[in-house]
């Protein structure tokens, strides 16, 4: 099976720049992807990383390392509404697998 | 129409009852999925729907019926359901394959079951 593994909580306060890592043992995956979900709220879409290096959207940027089987998202400019819970994610064969997610809480 | 929607928003049914969630997506994409998620835990895959044909997940208890009548069109039949699979039902797409590369999620079904 799939495995990945997230820090459970990060805080942080306005304006900085926080780091989600992830990693996983997997292997034969399509590329790592990343998502935000605010509480009862649904999951949105943020970044997918299908080759190793950085991808950068907005004030959002992802990194993945297959040779290291380890990702992160940089989050940078922190706002109020950034606190969420974020959950890397990959796609394999015909299953989708999320991490356990990181509750991030940006403080003012 | 960037929209992934769901009825009902919520649900309460009792252990003996049958039920239906609805979904539907306008964007054309080939790819439907249902999950389940727990309340602090990640969304777990349940059923992949793509290009209309089924993937099961064999760990989902036979409880838990898809029926995809057409690509915009996603329902989960729900019978003889059980306490524990109270969750927040959600249900997603994304433009083809499985692989999953940027998912659309509807705000989902908060299920009780009593």
């Known amino acids: 099976g799939q495995s990945l593994e997230q820090p459970s909580e990060v805080t942080a306060v306005e304006g900085a720049i926080v780091q989600i890592n992830c990693t996983y043992q997997?292997?034969?995956?399509?590329?790592l992807s990343w998502y935000q979900q605010h509480d009862g709220g649904a999951p949105t879409f943020l970044s997918y990383?299908?080759?190793?290096g950085l991808e950068e959207t907005g004030r959002f940027s992802s990194f993945l390392s297959r040779s290291d089987s380890y990702g992160y998202l940089l989050l940078q400019e922190l706002q109020m509404k950034d606190s969420a819970s974020y959950f890397c994610?990959?796609?394999?064969?015909?299953?989708?697998?999320f991490g356990p997610g990181t509750r991030l809480s940006v403080l003012p | 129409d960037t929209e992934v929607t769901q009825t009902p928003k919520h649900l309460v049914m009792g252990m003996t009852n049958k039920k239906s969630l609805k979904c539907e997506q306008h964007?054309?994409?080939?790819?439907m999925y249902w999950y389940k998620q727990k309340a602090k835990k990640p969304p777990e895959l349940m059923f992949v729907?793509?290009?209309?044909?089924?993937?099961i997940n064999e760990s989902v208890p036979s409880r838990f019926s898809p029926e995809c009548p057409n690509s915009s069109l996603l329902n989960l039949h729900l019978h003889a359901l059980q306490p524990e699979d109270s969750a927040l039902y959600l249900c997603?797409?994304?433009?083809?394959?499985?692989?999953?590369?940027?998912?659309?999620f509807g705000p989902g079904t908060r299920l009780t079951v009593t």
């Open positions: 997603a797409s994304s433009q083809e394959g499985t692989s999953g590369i940027e998912q659309y």
């Open positions: 997997t292997s034969g995956f399509y590329g």
């Open positions: 990383n299908a080759l190793d």
């Open positions: 994610a990959v796609g394999y064969g015909q299953n989708f697998v």
């Open positions: 964007m054309g994409h080939r790819a």
């Open positions: 729907y793509s290009y209309e044909k089924l993937s």
